[in-house]
């Protein structure tokens, strides 16, 4: 079989056999073929799925520009432009999160690397598998190079993109293979996945490489992992059986694991307690579904973590707020952890580690566990009560009427009003809820009514502002998008306003729902609550987001009004256009309990520090 000579041939013979891997198909060549570094580049990431590019072109891409158009222009690969280096970051990571699609992000080293760097923190703190290429300073040290970081060392965007992922420079052309399978060792990764910088010098990049293309790595497949040892089993479900307090803690890892833990709480007799990011793991109404527990949490979520005399801890890593600074458990004395990460599995003192799969190791227990004594049945029923009392504390601030707001001047909704009805309005549509960090994040994972995981998208491992309006792309770029909410603050909006734009010139189908106080409202409640005075977390700027949205042709901007069928009324119009909508509502920001749900937990910051410490000290686990 002969491969054609031009790169132009080359891309229309690939389609012309139905794609890469199809061509490839009984391929036993020997004889490598001679490429440009960046078509073997592309043909490498085709054999591992990435066909999706978020692009930012700049001077040190283009010769990578000109592979993508030649592959576009045959339907091997699709790219989509940007106008913003950390919303295209974000919406790369959503589109891996949401969609389970890998894409490579695009751009240059200096100001659009660092950006587009600066985003990946959401995909590496939350475990996301992406790509980042960029093109890099030339290797021959001609001089400096416009954009490099400004001193006489090598490789220096390579080592600044180490401390947040995966990272290779290809300073030979010989050594794809290899970066290729670095790359796909992290982006694939069963239990850390995480960005993976692909530095390419400018010169390097025309380059010919000499490569087998069935050689070039292939995207690794990874069997679930289970404890082989049955005595720590056996030993765990004996804990579980004859504790009568026992509460799970679900983490990001039990996300895939919903029906197991269903299964395995139901058998345990456990109340379940929520991370921000995992509602909808038991559905909402579950009798043993505590909700959210940690720093903010809820009555009953932070009742269960505090009552619990054995804490299971499932696919968690211990974040700082979802686990009160490590003293959100003052009654355990016993932990089980459940994780495929040999480092987490172990956080916690006095701990039986099962390490593995979260699935498998679930149904392994459920399998040992006694039948459910009177004395769990006690603990349910406790649980259950505090669970009421969350629902009866929550319908209280739902039914308020809208309050008085001196930044309005007028009665307005509440957050919580505004999210709960925006919450059914997502619910009976089949959207995707994704909430943007501050005060809009933590009221939506308390408020949210999820019976299935995914129904709600939180960036809640580095609580990233801008990401949610950013992660409304990831609907127009993945093969099967569905409609989606941002929810989301005036300043989480303004990080990247740009998705007014964006949002129109990639058709997505969309609302950015702008609860408006114009503050830093997270901030400013803990400002008051730390030292009983806010300092710099107010905005005395008017802005009409409502006309600013209205200036982008395609974008639908409406007022949601002041109370709640209003914004019942807003999001059916948003609901109905075919494009991008923004609905912005005026919310209150106060000193009335009614205004917000409340913190449960303790952490470790500012003037709590110290006494967060000295019970840290004391504690056992």
């Known amino acids: 079989m002969t491969i054609p000579a031009t790169r132009m041939e080359r891309a229309a013979w690939f389609a012309g056999k139905g794609g890469l891997a199809a061509a490839l198909d009984g391929y036993d060549s020997e004889e490598p073929v001679r490429l440009p570094l960046t078509e073997a580049l592309v043909l490498g990431l085709l054999r591992q799925g990435v066909s999706k590019y978020l692009v930012v072109f700049g001077h040190g891409s283009t ?38 699609e890998p894409c490579a992000v695009v751009t240059s080293i200096g100001p659009g690397a660092l950006q587009a760097m600066a985003g990946s923190l959401a995909a590496s703190s939350n475990g996301v598998g992406i790509y980042h290429l960029y093109g890099d300073e030339t290797t021959h040290g001609e001089g400096y190079n416009m954009q490099q970081i400004p001193r006489p060392e090598q490789g220096l965007f390579g080592r600044l993109a180490a401390a947040m992922g995966g990272t290779y420079t290809l300073y030979a052309p010989g050594a794809l293979r290899d970066a290729l399978r670095k790359g796909a060792a992290t982006v694939f990764h069963p239990t850390r996945a995480g960005p993976f910088f692909l530095n390419l010098p400018l010169n390097v990049q025309p380059a010919d490489v000499l490569v087998r293309l069935d050689a070039l790595p292939t995207r690794p497949r990874f069997s679930p992992l289970a404890p082989a040892d049955d005595a720590r089993v056996n030993r765990a479900a004996a804990l579980i059986s004859n504790c009568p307090r026992v509460a799970v803690k679900a983490g990001g890892g039990s996300l895939g694991a919903a029906r197991q833990l269903r299964r395995f709480a139901e058998a345990a007799g456990a109340a379940v307690v929520l991370s921000p990011g995992t509602t909808g793991v038991l559905p909402d109404d579950h009798s043993q579904n505590m909700h959210v527990g940690g720093s903010k949490g809820s009555i009953c979520g932070n009742f269960a973590m505090r009552e619990a005399e054995l804490a299971i801890f499932v696919g968690s890593r211990a974040v700082c707020q979802s686990d009160c600074s490590g003293i959100g458990w003052p009654s355990a004395r016993q932990v089980i952890n459940i994780n495929a990460d040999g480092g987490d599995v172990q956080h916690y003192n006095r701990t039986l580690a099962l390490q593995g ?50 930044v309005w001047q007028r009665p307005v909704l509440t957050q919580p009003q505004a999210i709960r009805v925006a919450d059914r309005f997502a619910n009976r549509h089949g959207a995707i809820k994704l909430f943007d960090a501050g005060d809009v994040q ?4 308390q408020i949210v009514e999820d019976n299935t995981p995914g129904q709600s998208v939180t960036e809640s491992g580095a609580s990233y502002m801008g990401f949610a ?50 503050r830093m409202a997270a901030i400013s409640a803990l400002q008051r609550a730390q030292y009983g005075a806010e300092f710099r977390t107010n905005d005395a700027v008017v802005v009409d987001y409502v006309r600013m949205a209205t200036s982008v042709t395609g974008v639908l901007a409406l007022s949601g009004g002041h109370d709640q069928d209003s914004l019942e009324m807003a999001l059916g119009r948003a609901h109905s256009h075919p494009g991008l909508s923004l609905v912005h509502v005026p919310v209150y920001f106060g000193p009335d309990p009614l205004g917000g749900m409340g913190a449960y937990g303790d952490w470790n910051v500012g003037n709590w520090c110290e006494a967060v410490q000295r019970r840290y000290a004391e504690s056992l686990i």
Request: hydrophobic content about 45%.
């Open 63 to 100: 010769e990578l520009g000109e592979t993508l158009r030649v592959y576009e222009a045959a339907g091997l690969v699709r790219c989509h432009q940007f106008r913003n280096e950390v919303e295209m970051s974000h919406a790369g990571t959503a589109l891996r999160m949401i969609y389970d």
């Open 357 to 406: 799969d979260a699935a498998a190791v679930l149904d392994m227990l459920s399998h040992r566990l006694a039948p459910i004594c009177a004395e769990k049945s006690e603990w349910l029923a406790l649980c259950s009560s505090r669970k009421a009392e969350w629902n009866s504390f929550k319908r209280e601030r739902f039914d308020a009427g809208p309050l008085h707001d001196d």
């Open 442 to 445: 933590a009221n939506g994972f």
């Open 469 to 518: 309006v950013s992660a409304l792309l990831s609907g127009a770029v993945a093969d099967e998008g569905r409609y989606a909410i941002a929810f989301t603050g005036d300043g989480s909006f303004m990080m990247n306003p740009q998705i007014l734009i964006d949002g129109v010139g990639h058709g997505v189908h969309g609302t950015i729902l702008l609860l408006d106080n114009r």
